[in-house]
């Protein structure tokens, strides 16, 4: 099983972990890993970004769930007719 296929299993603090990683090896490991990286990358990118675009979906449908109806104000007396 590649690593490519483990990214799905991964939980989120290590799939953030790994695109650091990722991220730092493409710009400063030797040749290879720069390799495995730009390789790792796309993939490791469109995890986040999907488990992102879930978390910002569910925290949606979170709020409007959460969201009380608004309370019909009272109407404003004006204050010529409450002072007569």
Do not use: C, H, Y
Request: hydrophobic letters at 50%; aromatic letters at 0%.
């Amino acid at each position: 099983m590649s690593l490519i296929d483990k990214i799905p299993l991964l939980d989120d603090a290590a799939l953030k972990n790994l695109l650091d990683n990722a991220r730092r090896l493409e710009t400063s490991g030797s040749a290879k890993q720069q390799s495995d990286a730009a390789d790792l990358l796309p993939a490791l990118e469109a995890a986040v970004a999907a488990r992102r675009t879930i978390k910002l979906e569910a925290a949606a449908e979170k709020r409007i769930a959460n969201k009380k109806p608004a309370v019909p104000k009272a109407p404003k007396v004006a204050k010529a007719a409450a002072a007569a």
